[in-house]
């Protein structure tokens, strides 16, 4: 089972793009955020016609999370619904072939100490409290998505340039942190332990070309994901063309179940 996420950074202006790529590659599930479309606007034709359902939580301009798949979206949840502010579409969650998936797409923060700093920690809380409310670390469950926050210094192209700064502050690691305590395992990292490996490049300052980035984008895996996973990579060759987004895709590999 091929699962993928991307940050598409507009599904309507990059859609020449997605779809291609998911004919190229075929994966069983794709996760997308930044989709900033409302629901009746999503393009579901184009990618039923690529073969794929899609169960989407959006909203106009901004935010906005899908979950792309060949196969029927068991259960599909949106939000949090904790009784708190639910206005930004940034959570799905849906069940394919016995898989829990999530695609998330965590608040940027701005910068330390303001106010959508602190809104982004409260939010990654939610998310703690959400997956102890709702999922089972004993079921295959697989967390994908944009979490603006880089892991470790590997996850960075100049860790001493970016030390304190907003997507790689101590506060933002710990609470990403509490969230994989749920259970949960970096997938990729179970695979590649090495520095150099990015995910999402600025459009400015040649920063692709110079390969000046940052691990942001994750698939994080349960334990019964996680001895089903044979592979996971980033595609960086989708970061390179016209019109790109600034994020590239990041794709894993389950076994079958047995």
């Not at 069983?28 to 606007?41: A, Y």
């Not at 998936?101 to 982004?120: A, I, M, T």
């Not at 996680?226 to 389950?254: C, F, M, N, Q, T």
Request: aromatic content about 10%; hydrophobic content about 40%.
């Amino acid at each position: 089972m091929k699962i993928a996420t991307w940050n598409v950074n507009s599904i309507r202006s990059r859609l020449d793009r997605v779809i291609p790529w998911l004919e190229r590659h075929a994966p069983d599930v794709l996760c997308m955020q930044e989709t900033k479309v409302t629901d009746d606007q999503f393009p579901h034709d184009a990618f039923a016609a690529a073969g794929y359902r899609v169960a989407a939580h959006g909203q106009k301009t901004y935010n906005g999370v899908a979950i792309a798949a060949r196969r029927p979206l068991d259960d599909v949840r949106t939000g949090f619904d904790d009784g708190g502010p639910d206005d930004q579409a940034r959570l799905i969650a849906a069940t394919v072939d016995g898989v829990r998936v999530l695609s998330v797409y965590v608040p940027n923060g701005k910068e330390v100490g303001h106010d959508d700093y602190r809104f982004k920690l409260e939010w990654l809380g939610r998310l703690r409290r959400y997956l102890d409310r709702n999922e089972e670390p004993a079921r295959p469950t697989v967390v994908c998505g944009d979490f603006n926050v880089a892991l470790d210094d590997r996850d960075i192209y100049d860790p001493a340039a970016w030390e304190g700064e907003n997507l790689a502050s101590e506060p933002e690691r710990r609470a990403l942190r509490a969230v994989l305590d749920w259970g949960l395992v970096d997938a990729f990292r179970e695979l590649h332990d090495e520095a150099g490996h990015y995910s999402w490049w600025d459009y400015r300052m040649l920063a692709f070309p110079k390969n000046r980035g940052l691990r942001i984008d994750y698939c994080f895996v349960s334990p019964p994901a996680r001895a089903r996973l044979v592979d996971a990579r980033i595609d960086r060759e989708a970061r390179k063309g016209k019109k790109p987004s600034d994020h590239a895709p990041v794709i894993i590999e389950l076994a079958a179940s047995a």
